[in-house]
Protein backbone atom coordinates (compact mmCIF):
# COMPACT_ATOMS: atom_id res chain seq x y z
CA UNK A 1 0.00 0.00 0.00
CA UNK A 2 1.65 3.13 -0.89
CA UNK A 3 0.76 6.73 -1.11
CA UNK A 4 -0.87 8.09 -4.63
CA UNK A 5 1.86 8.47 -7.24
CA UNK A 6 0.41 12.21 -8.02
CA UNK A 7 -0.20 13.36 -4.38
CA UNK A 8 -2.89 15.65 -3.50
CA UNK A 9 -2.18 18.71 -2.59
CA UNK A 10 -4.28 21.71 -1.27
CA UNK A 11 -4.33 25.15 0.83
CA UNK A 12 -4.73 25.21 4.82
CA UNK A 13 -5.74 28.90 5.74
CA UNK A 14 -5.09 28.97 9.22
CA UNK A 15 -6.05 31.75 12.04
CA UNK A 16 -3.10 32.21 14.72
CA UNK A 17 -2.86 30.20 17.59
CA UNK A 18 -4.82 30.90 20.79
CA UNK A 19 -4.65 29.52 24.03
CA UNK A 20 -7.78 27.98 25.84
CA UNK A 21 -7.95 27.99 29.08
CA UNK A 22 -10.27 26.06 31.67
CA UNK A 23 -13.80 27.46 31.71
CA UNK A 24 -13.40 27.88 35.12
CA UNK A 25 -10.81 28.52 37.91
CA UNK A 26 -8.66 25.35 38.58
CA UNK A 27 -6.52 24.61 41.46
CA UNK A 28 -2.83 26.16 41.50
CA UNK A 29 -1.15 23.19 42.36
CA UNK A 30 2.43 21.06 41.19
CA UNK A 31 1.71 17.40 40.49
CA UNK A 32 4.19 15.58 40.06
CA UNK A 33 4.52 12.57 37.04
CA UNK A 34 4.91 8.93 38.08
CA UNK A 35 8.49 7.10 37.53
CA UNK A 36 6.62 5.56 34.29
CA UNK A 37 5.72 8.86 32.89
CA UNK A 38 9.39 10.68 32.79
CA UNK A 39 11.33 8.46 31.71
CA UNK A 40 13.32 10.30 29.14
CA UNK A 41 11.92 7.75 26.41
CA UNK A 42 8.63 9.18 26.84
CA UNK A 43 9.91 12.75 26.26
CA UNK A 44 8.27 13.69 22.66
CA UNK A 45 5.51 14.75 21.29
CA UNK A 46 2.80 12.20 19.52
CA UNK A 47 0.86 13.11 16.93
CA UNK A 48 -2.71 11.89 16.08
CA UNK A 49 -5.25 12.50 13.49
CA UNK A 50 -9.26 11.90 12.73
CA UNK A 51 -11.32 12.60 9.67
CA UNK A 52 -14.76 13.87 10.11
CA UNK A 53 -17.91 13.22 7.27
CA UNK A 54 -20.23 16.14 6.93
CA UNK A 55 -23.17 15.12 8.95
CA UNK A 56 -26.45 16.92 7.81
CA UNK A 57 -28.24 17.04 11.06
CA UNK A 58 -24.84 19.20 12.40
CA UNK A 59 -25.46 21.65 9.44
CA UNK A 60 -26.03 24.77 11.19
CA UNK A 61 -22.84 23.85 13.53
CA UNK A 62 -19.57 25.00 13.51
CA UNK A 63 -16.99 21.90 14.49
CA UNK A 64 -14.47 24.68 15.13
CA UNK A 65 -16.77 26.58 17.64
CA UNK A 66 -18.15 23.24 19.20
CA UNK A 67 -14.62 21.96 20.03
CA UNK A 68 -13.36 25.32 21.58
CA UNK A 69 -15.97 25.79 23.86
CA UNK A 70 -16.17 22.28 24.89
CA UNK A 71 -12.28 22.30 25.17
CA UNK A 72 -12.41 25.35 28.13
CA UNK A 73 -15.46 23.05 29.69
CA UNK A 74 -13.41 19.64 29.63
CA UNK A 75 -9.96 21.52 31.08
CA UNK A 76 -12.10 21.63 34.08
CA UNK A 77 -11.44 18.27 34.69
CA UNK A 78 -8.45 17.73 32.70
CA UNK A 79 -6.67 20.82 34.33
CA UNK A 80 -3.62 19.35 34.31
CA UNK A 81 -3.62 19.31 30.23
CA UNK A 82 -3.39 23.28 31.06
CA UNK A 83 -0.52 24.11 32.71
CA UNK A 84 3.03 23.61 32.04
CA UNK A 85 5.88 21.13 33.23
CA UNK A 86 8.76 21.56 35.25
CA UNK A 87 12.12 19.52 36.04
CA UNK A 88 12.90 19.14 39.70
CA UNK A 89 15.84 17.68 41.43
CA UNK A 90 17.14 14.28 39.99
CA UNK A 91 15.23 14.87 36.01
CA UNK A 92 11.63 14.60 38.08
CA UNK A 93 9.08 15.86 35.93
CA UNK A 94 5.91 17.79 37.41
CA UNK A 95 3.01 19.32 36.17
CA UNK A 96 3.21 23.10 37.50
CA UNK A 97 -1.14 23.29 37.01
CA UNK A 98 -0.74 27.32 36.06
CA UNK A 99 -4.53 27.32 33.42
CA UNK A 100 -2.45 28.82 30.87
CA UNK A 101 -4.45 26.34 28.38
CA UNK A 102 -3.42 24.37 25.74
CA UNK A 103 -2.72 25.53 22.56
CA UNK A 104 -5.58 25.40 19.83
CA UNK A 105 -5.44 26.35 15.83
CA UNK A 106 -8.53 26.88 13.76
CA UNK A 107 -8.36 26.34 10.12
CA UNK A 108 -9.84 25.64 6.86
CA UNK A 109 -8.90 23.59 3.84
CA UNK A 110 -9.99 23.57 0.31
CA UNK A 111 -10.35 19.84 -0.18
CA UNK A 112 -13.32 17.69 0.27
CA UNK A 113 -13.04 14.81 2.58
CA UNK A 114 -13.35 12.67 -0.77
CA UNK A 115 -10.14 13.84 -2.01
CA UNK A 116 -8.33 12.16 0.11
CA UNK A 117 -9.59 8.87 -1.16
CA UNK A 118 -11.04 6.03 0.14
CA UNK A 119 -8.49 4.76 2.19
CA UNK A 120 -7.67 6.70 4.85
CA UNK A 121 -4.63 6.00 6.32
CA UNK A 122 -1.03 7.41 7.06
CA UNK A 123 1.25 8.81 5.13
CA UNK A 124 -1.33 11.72 4.81
CA UNK A 125 -0.99 14.36 2.10
CA UNK A 126 0.41 18.23 3.81
CA UNK A 127 -0.01 16.56 7.44
CA UNK A 128 2.07 19.67 8.15
CA UNK A 129 -0.55 22.26 7.69
CA UNK A 130 -3.01 20.05 9.27
CA UNK A 131 -1.22 19.88 12.37
CA UNK A 132 0.65 23.27 12.21
CA UNK A 133 4.16 23.14 14.58
CA UNK A 134 3.32 26.18 16.29
CA UNK A 135 7.03 27.71 16.65
CA UNK A 136 8.32 27.40 20.16
CA UNK A 137 5.68 24.85 21.34
CA UNK A 138 6.87 21.85 20.90
CA UNK A 139 9.37 21.74 24.09
CA UNK A 140 8.81 19.13 26.84
CA UNK A 141 9.37 21.92 29.51
CA UNK A 142 7.90 24.92 30.08
CA UNK A 143 5.40 24.71 26.67
CA UNK A 144 1.59 23.72 25.93
CA UNK A 145 1.08 19.82 26.88
CA UNK A 146 -1.50 19.84 23.80
CA UNK A 147 -2.38 21.62 20.76
CA UNK A 148 -5.17 20.81 18.85
CA UNK A 149 -6.22 21.61 15.41
CA UNK A 150 -9.53 21.49 14.04
CA UNK A 151 -9.65 22.19 10.06
CA UNK A 152 -12.91 22.95 8.44
CA UNK A 153 -13.06 20.97 4.65
CA UNK A 154 -15.24 21.95 1.32
CA UNK A 155 -17.52 19.05 1.90
CA UNK A 156 -18.76 20.41 5.75
CA UNK A 157 -16.38 17.52 7.21
CA UNK A 158 -13.18 18.51 9.26
CA UNK A 159 -10.51 17.40 10.59
CA UNK A 160 -9.64 17.15 14.25
CA UNK A 161 -5.50 16.91 14.61
CA UNK A 162 -3.58 17.07 18.09
CA UNK A 163 -0.24 16.87 19.36
CA UNK A 164 0.29 15.36 22.63
CA UNK A 165 3.61 15.70 25.60
CA UNK A 166 3.82 11.56 25.77
CA UNK A 167 5.03 12.27 29.57
CA UNK A 168 1.11 13.13 30.49
CA UNK A 169 -0.70 10.46 29.07
CA UNK A 170 -0.55 6.94 27.12
CA UNK A 171 -2.92 5.80 23.86
CA UNK A 172 -5.15 4.88 26.31
CA UNK A 173 -5.68 7.77 28.35
CA UNK A 174 -5.63 10.53 25.46
CA UNK A 175 -8.76 8.51 24.17
CA UNK A 176 -9.97 9.02 27.49
CA UNK A 177 -9.47 12.41 27.26
CA UNK A 178 -10.87 13.20 23.76
CA UNK A 179 -13.95 10.93 24.67
CA UNK A 180 -14.71 13.47 27.22
CA UNK A 181 -13.62 16.07 25.21
CA UNK A 182 -16.67 14.88 22.02
CA UNK A 183 -19.16 14.07 25.61
CA UNK A 184 -18.61 17.79 26.46
CA UNK A 185 -19.12 18.60 22.46
CA UNK A 186 -22.28 16.84 22.57
CA UNK A 187 -23.47 18.95 25.53
CA UNK A 188 -22.95 16.85 28.45
CA UNK A 189 -22.03 18.58 31.70
CA UNK A 190 -18.90 16.40 33.01
CA UNK A 191 -17.64 13.17 31.80
CA UNK A 192 -18.79 9.61 32.25
CA UNK A 193 -15.44 8.45 33.77
CA UNK A 194 -14.03 11.40 35.73
CA UNK A 195 -10.18 11.66 35.25
CA UNK A 196 -8.15 10.06 37.96
CA UNK A 197 -4.76 11.56 38.36
CA UNK A 198 -3.16 9.31 41.77
CA UNK A 199 0.21 9.29 39.72
CA UNK A 200 1.97 8.06 43.19
CA UNK A 201 0.44 4.64 42.49
CA UNK A 202 3.15 4.28 40.08
CA UNK A 203 5.94 5.81 41.61
CA UNK A 204 9.27 4.10 42.64
CA UNK A 205 9.52 1.88 45.97
CA UNK A 206 11.57 3.21 48.76
CA UNK A 207 14.21 1.79 48.81
CA UNK A 208 14.18 1.28 45.14
CA UNK A 209 15.36 -1.88 43.97
CA UNK A 210 15.73 -3.73 40.62
CA UNK A 211 13.87 -7.19 40.36
CA UNK A 212 13.66 -7.40 36.97
CA UNK A 213 16.02 -8.06 33.80
CA UNK A 214 14.78 -5.03 31.66
CA UNK A 215 17.45 -5.34 28.33
CA UNK A 216 15.64 -2.19 26.72
CA UNK A 217 17.39 0.06 29.07
CA UNK A 218 20.95 -2.13 28.03
CA UNK A 219 24.08 0.46 27.28
CA UNK A 220 24.35 -0.52 23.25
CA UNK A 221 26.55 1.42 21.18
CA UNK A 222 26.16 2.24 17.99
CA UNK A 223 29.74 1.02 16.59
CA UNK A 224 28.79 0.38 13.38
CA UNK A 225 26.33 3.47 12.40
CA UNK A 226 23.17 1.59 12.16
CA UNK A 227 20.65 4.22 13.39
CA UNK A 228 19.19 4.88 10.52
CA UNK A 229 19.24 8.06 8.96
CA UNK A 230 16.08 10.56 8.44
CA UNK A 231 16.35 11.97 5.39
CA UNK A 232 16.21 9.37 2.84
CA UNK A 233 12.98 7.43 4.19
CA UNK A 234 10.01 5.96 2.04
CA UNK A 235 6.50 5.97 3.95
CA UNK A 236 4.81 3.23 3.51
CA UNK A 237 1.33 1.61 4.82
CA UNK A 238 0.52 -1.98 4.90
CA UNK A 239 -2.62 -3.64 4.85
CA UNK A 240 -3.05 -7.09 6.94
CA UNK A 241 -6.62 -8.69 6.65
CA UNK A 242 -8.09 -11.94 7.18
CA UNK A 243 -6.40 -13.77 4.12
CA UNK A 244 -2.93 -12.46 5.15
CA UNK A 245 -3.10 -13.47 8.75
CA UNK A 246 -3.93 -16.54 7.84
CA UNK A 247 -0.47 -17.10 5.17
CA UNK A 248 1.08 -15.77 8.12
CA UNK A 249 0.17 -18.66 11.04
CA UNK A 250 0.93 -21.26 7.89
CA UNK A 251 4.38 -20.82 9.24
CA UNK A 252 3.39 -20.77 13.05
CA UNK A 253 4.16 -24.77 14.61
CA UNK A 254 1.45 -26.41 16.82
CA UNK A 255 3.46 -25.32 20.28
CA UNK A 256 2.97 -21.85 19.21
CA UNK A 257 -0.69 -21.96 17.92
CA UNK A 258 -1.81 -19.96 20.84
CA UNK A 259 -0.11 -16.97 19.92
CA UNK A 260 -2.26 -13.74 18.88
CA UNK A 261 -1.76 -12.07 15.74
CA UNK A 262 0.15 -9.28 17.34
CA UNK A 263 2.61 -11.56 17.55
CA UNK A 264 2.97 -13.28 14.83
CA UNK A 265 2.65 -9.99 12.59
CA UNK A 266 5.00 -8.43 14.88
CA UNK A 267 7.38 -11.55 14.10
CA UNK A 268 7.11 -11.24 10.64
CA UNK A 269 7.78 -7.51 10.63
CA UNK A 270 10.69 -7.79 12.76
CA UNK A 271 11.91 -10.24 10.24
CA UNK A 272 11.08 -9.00 7.23
CA UNK A 273 12.73 -5.60 7.97
CA UNK A 274 15.78 -7.28 9.22
CA UNK A 275 16.23 -8.22 5.54
CA UNK A 276 15.85 -5.16 4.11
CA UNK A 277 18.06 -3.33 6.41
CA UNK A 278 20.90 -5.73 5.69
CA UNK A 279 23.03 -5.74 9.06
CA UNK A 280 25.62 -7.09 9.61
CA UNK A 281 25.04 -10.89 10.00
CA UNK A 282 26.40 -10.78 14.00
CA UNK A 283 24.60 -7.55 14.53
CA UNK A 284 22.01 -7.99 17.44
CA UNK A 285 18.60 -7.13 16.44
CA UNK A 286 15.90 -5.54 18.80
CA UNK A 287 12.12 -5.82 18.78
CA UNK A 288 10.30 -3.40 20.79
CA UNK A 289 7.00 -4.31 21.97
CA UNK A 290 4.70 -1.67 23.82
CA UNK A 291 2.90 -3.33 26.10
CA UNK A 292 -0.27 -2.17 28.19
CA UNK A 293 0.28 -3.27 31.57
CA UNK A 294 -3.25 -2.17 33.25
CA UNK A 295 -4.38 -5.35 33.64
CA UNK A 296 -1.19 -6.32 35.13
CA UNK A 297 -1.51 -4.57 38.80
CA UNK A 298 -3.53 -6.47 42.07
CA UNK A 299 -5.03 -4.10 43.05
CA UNK A 300 -6.09 -2.88 39.38
CA UNK A 301 -5.42 0.87 38.46
CA UNK A 302 -8.69 3.10 39.23
CA UNK A 303 -10.95 3.58 36.47
CA UNK A 304 -10.11 7.33 34.93
CA UNK A 305 -6.28 6.76 35.54
CA UNK A 306 -4.81 8.41 32.28
CA UNK A 307 -0.99 8.27 33.16
CA UNK A 308 1.45 5.66 30.91
CA UNK A 309 0.98 2.59 32.19
CA UNK A 310 3.09 -0.02 29.68
CA UNK A 311 6.28 -1.08 29.55
CA UNK A 312 8.62 -1.73 26.08
CA UNK A 313 9.87 -5.23 27.16
CA UNK A 314 12.12 -6.20 23.89
CA UNK A 315 13.53 -9.20 22.21
CA UNK A 316 17.01 -10.12 21.12
CA UNK A 317 18.44 -11.74 18.25
CA UNK A 318 21.42 -11.62 15.85
CA UNK A 319 20.38 -10.92 12.64
CA UNK A 320 21.66 -14.34 11.04
CA UNK A 321 19.19 -15.87 13.31
CA UNK A 322 16.43 -13.42 12.33
CA UNK A 323 17.14 -14.22 8.45
CA UNK A 324 17.68 -17.51 8.12
CA UNK A 325 15.88 -19.36 10.92
CA UNK A 326 11.75 -20.08 10.55
CA UNK A 327 9.19 -17.45 11.66
CA UNK A 328 8.78 -19.41 14.59
CA UNK A 329 12.36 -18.45 16.11
CA UNK A 330 11.47 -14.54 16.23
CA UNK A 331 7.27 -15.31 17.11
CA UNK A 332 9.13 -17.32 20.29
CA UNK A 333 10.83 -14.27 21.23
CA UNK A 334 8.00 -11.46 21.02
CA UNK A 335 5.84 -13.95 22.98
CA UNK A 336 8.85 -14.42 25.51
CA UNK A 337 9.32 -10.73 25.45
CA UNK A 338 5.51 -10.26 26.33
CA UNK A 339 4.89 -12.77 28.48
CA UNK A 340 7.45 -11.13 31.08
CA UNK A 341 5.33 -7.81 31.94
CA UNK A 342 3.73 -8.13 35.35
CA UNK A 343 3.24 -5.61 38.03
CA UNK A 344 6.77 -6.52 39.62
CA UNK A 345 8.36 -6.11 36.17
CA UNK A 346 6.90 -2.54 35.97
CA UNK A 347 7.48 -1.80 39.68
CA UNK A 348 11.25 -2.82 38.49
CA UNK A 349 11.24 -0.48 35.73
CA UNK A 350 10.28 3.03 38.22
CA UNK A 351 12.62 1.97 40.41
CA UNK A 352 15.23 1.64 37.51
CA UNK A 353 14.24 5.11 36.78
CA UNK A 354 14.95 6.62 39.84
CA UNK A 355 18.27 4.20 40.59
CA UNK A 356 19.85 4.71 37.03
CA UNK A 357 18.38 8.61 35.94
CA UNK A 358 15.31 8.17 34.23
CA UNK A 359 17.14 6.52 30.95
CA UNK A 360 16.25 6.13 27.25
CA UNK A 361 15.64 2.56 25.97
CA UNK A 362 17.53 1.02 23.97
CA UNK A 363 17.54 2.93 20.18
CA UNK A 364 20.71 0.89 18.56
CA UNK A 365 19.34 -1.67 16.17
CA UNK A 366 15.69 -1.43 17.62
CA UNK A 367 12.57 -1.69 16.10
CA UNK A 368 9.47 -0.45 18.24
CA UNK A 369 5.81 -1.89 17.53
CA UNK A 370 2.96 -0.21 19.32
CA UNK A 371 -0.98 -1.49 18.94
CA UNK A 372 -3.53 0.75 18.80
CA UNK A 373 -6.34 -1.20 17.58
CA UNK A 374 -8.41 -1.59 20.73
CA UNK A 375 -7.30 2.08 21.83
CA UNK A 376 -10.85 3.35 20.24
CA UNK A 377 -9.17 6.51 18.20
CA UNK A 378 -12.07 5.89 15.69
CA UNK A 379 -14.94 5.67 17.99
CA UNK A 380 -14.46 9.57 19.30
CA UNK A 381 -17.12 11.56 18.45
CA UNK A 382 -17.88 15.26 18.90
CA UNK A 383 -21.47 15.18 17.23
CA UNK A 384 -21.04 13.98 13.51
CA UNK A 385 -20.08 10.54 13.93
CA UNK A 386 -17.76 8.09 14.48
CA UNK A 387 -14.31 8.91 12.50
CA UNK A 388 -14.01 8.22 9.11
CA UNK A 389 -9.95 7.40 10.11
CA UNK A 390 -8.66 7.92 13.72
CA UNK A 391 -5.40 7.67 15.13
CA UNK A 392 -1.80 8.15 14.65
CA UNK A 393 -1.10 10.94 11.86
CA UNK A 394 1.98 9.07 10.95
CA UNK A 395 4.40 6.47 11.25
CA UNK A 396 7.90 6.29 12.68
CA UNK A 397 7.59 9.19 15.08
CA UNK A 398 9.43 9.75 18.42
CA UNK A 399 12.65 8.67 20.11
CA UNK A 400 13.21 6.25 17.37
CA UNK A 401 12.71 8.09 13.76
CA UNK A 402 12.20 5.62 11.16
CA UNK A 403 12.15 3.03 12.90
CA UNK A 404 8.31 2.82 15.18
CA UNK A 405 5.16 1.33 13.73
CA UNK A 406 1.80 1.49 15.52
CA UNK A 407 -0.79 -1.43 14.02
CA UNK A 408 -4.26 1.14 13.23
CA UNK A 409 -7.95 -1.10 12.92
CA UNK A 410 -8.90 -0.21 8.84
CA UNK A 411 -11.31 -1.63 6.83
CA UNK A 412 -10.41 -2.11 3.18
CA UNK A 413 -12.43 -1.35 0.21
CA UNK A 414 -13.53 -4.69 -0.36
CA UNK A 415 -14.88 -4.52 3.47
CA UNK A 416 -12.51 -6.38 5.15
CA UNK A 417 -11.54 -5.43 8.98
CA UNK A 418 -7.96 -5.73 9.67
CA UNK A 419 -5.21 -3.70 10.27
CA UNK A 420 -2.68 -0.96 8.64
CA UNK A 421 0.84 -1.11 9.65
CA UNK A 422 2.76 2.29 8.42
CA UNK A 423 6.54 1.15 7.50
CA UNK A 424 9.34 3.61 7.49
CA UNK A 425 12.82 3.03 5.81
CA UNK A 426 15.33 4.24 3.65
CA UNK A 427 14.45 4.30 0.38
CA UNK A 428 17.02 0.96 -0.70
CA UNK A 429 15.73 -0.90 1.95
CA UNK A 430 12.42 -0.49 1.02
CA UNK A 431 12.01 -2.59 -2.44
CA UNK A 432 13.50 -5.22 -0.39
CA UNK A 433 11.17 -5.37 2.37
CA UNK A 434 7.85 -5.44 0.34
CA UNK A 435 9.60 -7.94 -1.81
CA UNK A 436 10.05 -10.36 1.71
CA UNK A 437 6.83 -9.69 2.63
CA UNK A 438 5.13 -10.58 -0.47
CA UNK A 439 7.19 -13.91 -0.51
CA UNK A 440 6.20 -14.91 3.27
CA UNK A 441 2.61 -13.67 2.20
CA UNK A 442 2.27 -16.47 -0.49
CA UNK A 443 1.97 -20.08 -0.56
CA UNK A 444 5.05 -20.95 -1.26
CA UNK A 445 7.93 -19.70 -4.10
CA UNK A 446 6.29 -21.27 -6.99
CA UNK A 447 3.18 -19.22 -6.23
CA UNK A 448 3.81 -16.39 -8.74
CA UNK A 449 0.39 -15.39 -9.08
CA UNK A 450 -0.57 -15.89 -5.59
CA UNK A 451 2.63 -13.67 -4.97
CA UNK A 452 1.35 -10.86 -7.66
CA UNK A 453 -1.68 -9.91 -6.09
CA UNK A 454 -0.20 -10.12 -2.69
CA UNK A 455 2.18 -7.06 -4.13
CA UNK A 456 -1.49 -5.28 -5.97
CA UNK A 457 -2.53 -5.57 -2.84
CA UNK A 458 0.01 -3.89 -1.00
CA UNK A 459 0.37 -1.18 -3.53
CA UNK A 460 -2.78 -0.20 -4.31
CA UNK A 461 -4.98 -0.16 -0.65
Excluded at 177 to 198: H, N, R, Y
Excluded at 213 to 221: L, R
Excluded at 229 to 240: E, G, I, L, N
Aim: glycine residues 6%; proline residues 8%.
Amino acid sequence: MAPIDTPLTFTVRRREPELIAPAKLTPRELKPLSDIDDQEGLRFQIPVIQFYRNDPKMKNKNPVSVIREALARVLVFYYPFAGRLKEGPARKLMVDCTGEGVLFIEAEADVTLKQFGDALHPPFPCLEELLYDVPGSGGILDSPLLLIQVTRLLCGGFIFALRLNHTMSDGPGLVQFMTALGEMAKGALKPSILPVWQRELLFARDPPRITCTHHEYDKVEDTKGTIIPVDDMAHKSFFFGPTEVSALRRFVPPYLKNCSTYEVLTACLWRCRTIALQPDPEEEMRIICVINARAKFNPPLPVGYYGNRFAFPVAISKAKDLATKPLSHALELVMKAKSDVNEEYMRSIADLMVIEGRPHFTVVRSYLVSDVIRAGFDVVDFGWGKAAYGGPAKGGVGAIPGGASCYIPFTNHKGESGIVVPICLPNASMDTFVKELSNILAKDNNDQVLRDNTLHVLSQL
